[in-house]
C-alpha cells in the first residue's frame, strides 16, 4: 500500500474553484482561468510515494510545488481529486480530523525554520511531543536523541540563537525526527543553505534515511538536488506533473523537450552510477578455461581483454588478446593470466565522475564488484564513454535508419 496517493488531485484558488475545475474538464488551459480570477495551483497530479521511499518533487517556482505539499499536510483542501495516506482517504477530512492526521502522520519541515526564540534547543526539538502531551522526561529524551541524529548530540541546553543557519535548519530536522511520524514532507528544506552546508544536509538526508527508513517527500527547484536524493522525481510544470521517474530514466528518456532541455545541463556523470550503466558479465571466463575458447570469445564480443572469474563470482584477474594469442600460438594449455594486473574494482553505487581514474588505469573492463567481492556487472570503456552523451530527441531511432536505407535501396533500383 502507498503511504501517499494522489489521484486527479487539483487545487485551483479563486472565488469559484469548481468553476475552474468544470473549465479545465471542457479544456480550458491555466491562462484561461486566469482570465477568470481563478489560479490553476496543481492540476490533476496523479502519483504515489511508497513507504520507505525518498519521492521529489521538482520543479521551478510558482510550478506548484508548495500547494501540493500543503495539500498532503491537511493545511490546504483539494479543490478535486482524492488524496490517501497509508490507504485512508484524508480529502475531506474535518479540522480536528485533520489535526489528529498531522500529529500522528505526517512532519513538515520548512525552507525558513521557525525555532521558538526562548526555547532551547532540546524544546525545540521535541515541540511536536509537546503538543501531544508527552511528559518533561520523555520529551527531553526523545528530544536529545533527534539532536543526536542530526549531528546536534549536546547542544539541547542551548538557545537558537546560538546557532549557525546551518545547525537551525538541523533544528528543524531534528523535531519532524522526534515527531516520530512515518512520512516526512521537506518543502526545500535545504535551499536557504550555502552550497557546502547544503550538501553535508543533503548526506545526512541520505544517510538518516538508510537508518530509518522514513517516507520522504521532498520538495526542491534544484535539479541537482533532486537528482542526487530522489529514488523516483516527479517533474513539475505550470501546476502539471510532466514526469515520473529514476533520475536515470528523466535523463536517459525525458517524456518531452521540457524535461530534456531541463536536463540538459546536468553533469550526468554525477547522476549517473555505475549500477545503471554496466553490462551483464557475458565476456568473462572460468580460471580452467583453455586459451583457444577465450580467445574465440574475445572474438566474439570483439574485446581485448577479458576478466576471469572463479566459480564464487570472484575475479581472479585479467587476460590480453596478445597474451591469449600467444599462447594459442604455442599450444599452451593454460591462460596467460596476469594476476591482479589492471583491474578495477568498483561498487554498482559509484558515480561515473569516480569511474574514470579507474577506467584511464587499465586496458581492461571495470569490474562492478558487490559488498562481498563478486561480480555483478562489467563496464567496457567504450559504455563509459557513450554513458556521457545525453540521448537526442531528435536523432532517428531504428525505424529512422531503416527508412534512409530504404531511400539508398530505392535510389540503386
Ligand atoms: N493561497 C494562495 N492564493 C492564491 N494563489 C496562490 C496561493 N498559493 C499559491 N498560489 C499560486 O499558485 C501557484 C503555485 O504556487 P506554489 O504552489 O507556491 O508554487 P511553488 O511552490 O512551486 O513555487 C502560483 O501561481 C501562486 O501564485
Ligand atoms: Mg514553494
Known sequence: MPAIEATGLTKIFGRKPQRGVRMLAEGADRERLRREGLTAAVIDATFDVKPGEIFVVMGLSGSGKSTLIRMINGLLEPTDGTLRIDGDDVTHLSAARLREMRRNKVSMVFQHFALLPHRTVGENAAYALQLRGVNKADREKAGEEALGMVGLGGWGGHMPSELSGGMRQRVGLARALAAGTDIMLMDEAFSALDPLIRKEMQDQLLELQSELGKTI?????????????GERIAMMRDGRIVQVGSAEEI????????????????????????????????????????????????????????????????????VYEEDIAEAVRDGSEKLPLRDGEGIARVSPDDFLADLFQHAAATRAPL????????????????????????????????SGAEAALETTAGGTR
Open 367 to 398: 569490474a562492478v564488484v558487490n559488498e562481498t567481492g563478486a561480480l555483478v556487472g562489467i563496464i567496457p570503456r567504450v559504455t563509459l564513454l557513450s554513458a556521457l552523451t545525453p540521448p537526442s530527441l531528435d536523432e532517428p531511432g531504428d
Open 217 to 229: 517527500l521532498f520538495i526542491t527547484h534544484d535539479l541537482n538536488e533532486a537528482m542526487r536524493l
Open 251 to 318: 535523463l536517459n528518456e525525458p517524456a518531452n523537450d521540457y524535461v530534456s532541455q531541463f536536463v540538459a545541463d546536468v553533469d550526468r556523470t554525477r547522476v549517473l552510477t555505475a549500477g545503471a550503466v554496466m553490462e551483464r558479465p557475458v565476456a568473462v571466463v572460468g580460471p580452467n578455461t583453455g586459451p583457444k575458447a577465450a580467445h574465440r570469445l574475445m572474438r566474439e564480443h570483439q574485446t581485448q581483454a577479458l576478466l576471469v572469474v572463479s566459480n564464487d563470482r570472484q575475479v581472479r584477474g585479467v
